[in-house]
């Protein structure tokens, strides 16, 4: 019995180690402007006299924390009130990231020699930062999950731009008791495609080009509304049909996703469109092919290369009409040299491109000389 | 048996190698820095700045988690194998992995169930570290329960495996239903790693394996005895839950522990102790408990010297290494001797 005490105390020292995160207002009296967000529901960016003020407050899915990150220019303008808060001191000369997601960003900053260090390189396959890697400026760090922490500390980096699908990163972790600043990129939560790109704001923010950022951003927005304006005349609403299986899932984007988005902009008829979820919904199949048989297109069928290797992978892909067809389009058209995707680099920064391959791809012939970005037919 | 002196040259053998192995620990990593600089970084008479993080915040406390893990698996593996009286029985045997796997599948997994309401209370560093222990700590406290219950210690062994299973169906349902990046996440947690802990993190799993250790070298009598069957014991006048309590209390605290901070580590629990009675030829634990002991903190510096691949990118997963280079030395004792020592 009195082990079981002194485990128990034991246990109760282990539980009360948790930090406390208090997040205090700002202080009214301070005059400052506040950058306008129009699409991005996760951050918000605030400048004040001598420094700027990033709040994330969706680093992931369902967080309670919200993280600010003040950057200054100058050690003496670093805030007195700044309890909580990550300091970053500009100008950023070296950084390390972890998504491929941030590499455009960074590209059209014109900031992608101040890259050091990323996990698996490999993925990486923009063209600007592929030489890079290749020209050894750019260290490849092991993975995500472990990175491999002496060349990190060899490379000494003012800034980590990290991300956390659900707030528990190890490789993070230790950066920060390193006393490294990482700042959370919280892009990927975005519902809106427009959101999702609009990150790149905050991108700016941190190498103090917030006007280039903004004219980036103007740009791939107005292209974007052009496109949906466009689609949005046409009568007819084609049906649409998206997702693959894995084993015998199949994952289907949700009815609030940003996927299901972009088939409301390109007016379309998604068939899950009246689903509430903002992730992927898994379905068997059964009930996509009683429901989706008729669709006319079938857009982001995974990562297939072929209607072939379709039908090897599950002979009931066939069945469907946009199979027999040959309707079936994935986002597979450019491969980076090592094998990336370039849909999931760049597609994040640019959904213009996303939104006009679909329009283009169910209402052929509506934008005139247009030839896919991303997603190719499949034969 | 041998003779005293000849062990004390052993165990001497065994003191300098292990000095040696953790110099060659701390020397040897992804990223080259001469032996004199190291030796001046240690002393605080060097001026590189990162080459100072590596050595002391980085290669130490990697070095001495090692050495912790390697130790405190090796002895609370010996303890369970005289207590169960079964070769193939090891530190994980009492469930306490499979109730640390639990705890962490449901943080970094359970998301999609939960809806992240969980996570957003929990996310912290330490998230991983609690949810191990949380999930050890209440399989061992019904271990426990269960234990002054039953009389046999084979039920015991039997309960701890039914934990195991449970929670691996648990385990298998959550991920299931998980994306690919919680998959992954779960995945390298169970690869183990020693290379995460602060300074500040290493003393509490230093005081906690101290506890364990105390608590196994107060238990030497008790293994003795149990040597030669419980009965046998009883009638020597060994109080048989006593001591049961006592070894199964020592190795949930060593295995508790080290899993909820260095992750599960592989084999080394199971392998440690057979090595070091292939090598000593005795069971008698006065000997076998600091043999134990040095041996698990050599072969884990030796492994991890090697997961870190010197001077190349690349490290590998702990676990593999255990594994990897424990299994050849066990089947090549084996064959050797033509007989175990048990």
């Known amino acids: 019995m009195r082990f079981l005490i002194l485990l128990s105390l034991s246990f109760l020292f282990f539980t009360s180690c948790k930090d406390e995160k208090k997040n205090h207002p700002s202080n009214p009296e301070i005059v400052s402007t506040a950058e306008k967000i129009k699409y991005a529901k996760g951050f918000s960016i605030t400048n004040y006299k001598n420094y700027t003020e990033i709040i994330v407050t969706s680093p992931w899915p369902g967080s309670q924390d919200a993280f600010r990150y003040l950057l200054v220019d100058n050690d003496e303008d670093i805030p007195e009130f700044r309890e909580s808060a990550v300091i970053i001191k500009r100008p950023i000369t070296k950084i390390v990231a972890m998504s491929t997601t941030n590499i455009p960003a960074l590209e059209y900053l014109n900031v992608e020699d101040r890259l050091v260090g990323f996990p698996s390189t490999k993925y990486i396959s923009s063209e600007k930062t592929r030489a890079l890697i290749d020209n050894g400026h750019i260290k490849d760090l092991n993975n995500d999950l472990e990175i491999n922490m002496e060349l990190f500390l060899e490379l000494q980096p003012d800034l980590v731009i990290g991300f956390s699908v659900n707030g528990i990163n190890k490789s993070l972790n230790q950066i920060e008791k390193f006393g490294y600043p990482v700042v959370l990129d919280g892009s990927w939560t975005e519902e809106h495609p427009l959101g999702r790109a609009e990150w790149i704001k905050f991108i700016g923010a941190l190498f103090n080009k917030q006007d280039e950022a903004n004219a980036i951003f103007e740009s791939i927005e107005t292209d974007y509304l052009e496109a949906k304006a466009l689609a949005l005349k046409i009568k007819e609403k084609p049906v649409v049909l998206s997702g693959s299986m894995f084993n015998d899932v199949w994952n289907v984007p949700g009815g609030k996703s940003y996927i299901a988005k972009y088939f409301e902009d390109a007016n379309t008829n998604y068939i899950w469109k009246d689903n509430t979820s903002n992730g992927s919904i898994q379905l068997n199949f059964e009930n996509v092919l009683n429901r989706a048989r008729q669709a006319e297109f079938w857009i982001g069928a995974g990562s297939f290369q072929s209607l072939e290797d379709m039908k090897n992978s599950h002979k009931g892909y066939s069945y469907f009409d946009a199979f027999k067809n040959k309707n079936i389009y994935t986002y597979t058209k450019k491969i980076g040299p090592k094998g990336g995707l370039l849909y999931y680099e760049l597609g994040p920064l640019r959904p213009d491109l996303i939104l006009k391959d679909i329009i283009n791809i169910s209402h052929p012939h509506l934008l005139k000389d247009y030839e896919n970005y991303f997603f190719k037919r499949l034969d | ?342």
Not at chain 2, 79 to 89: D, S, W
Not at chain 2, 245 to 268: Q, Y
Request: glycine letters at 8%.
């Open chain 2, 1 to 342: 048996m041998q003779n005293p002196k000849k062990y004390q040259l052993i165990f001497l053998a065994l003191t300098l190698l292990l000095i040696v192995c953790f110099f060659t620990n701390i020397s040897l990593g992804s990223i080259s820095i001469p032996n004199r600089a190291i030796i001046k970084t240690i002393f605080g008479t060097s001026d590189n700045v990162s080459w100072h993080h590596i050595i002391i915040n980085y290669r130490l406390p990697k070095a001495f988690t090692a050495m912790i893990v390697g130790s405190g698996l090796g002895i609370s593996g010996l303890m369970m194998q005289t207590l169960f009286r079964n070769p193939l029985a090891g530190p994980f045997v009492l469930g306490i992995t499979s109730g640390a796997s639990l705890g962490v599948a449901i943080v970094t997994m359970g998301a999609s169930l939960f809806g992240g309401v969980l996570l957003g209370v929990l996310a912290s560093k330490w998230t991983l570290v609690m949810a191990a222990t949380l999930g050890s700590f209440l399989v061992l406290l019904t271990v426990l329960i269960v234990s002054t219950k039953v009389r046999d210690a084979m039920a015991i062994l039997i309960i701890g495996l039914m934990f195991g299973s449970i929670s691996a169906a648990v385990v298998n349902v959550l991920s299931y239903f998980s994306s690919a990046e919680e998959l992954q996440q779960y995945f390298f947690w169970g690869f183990g790693s020693l290379g995460n802990l602060s300074w500040q993190e290493l003393l509490i799993l230093f005081v906690l394996y101290a506890l364990g250790i105390l608590l196994s070298l107060a238990a030497i009598k008790s293994l003795n005895s149990l040597l030669l069957g419980e009965n046998y014991a009883k009638s020597l006048g060994l109080n048989i839950k006593k001591s049961r309590l006592l070894i199964i209390t020592s190795t949930s605290l060593l295995a508790g522990t080290i899993t909820a901070f260095a992750g599960p580590i592989a084999f080394i629990g199971l392998a440690i102790p057979h090595i070091t009675r292939q090598v000593f030829s005795t069971s008698n634990h006065k000997i076998l408990l600091p043999a134990v002991f040095l041996f698990g903190a050599i072969i884990m510096l030796i492994c991890d010297s090697i997961a870190q691949l010197p001077t190349s990118d690349y490290t590998l997963p702990i676990n593999a290494i255990t594994s990897l280079i424990g299994a050849p030395v066990v089947i090549w004792l084996l064959v050797r001797k033509r007989k175990m020592m048990f």
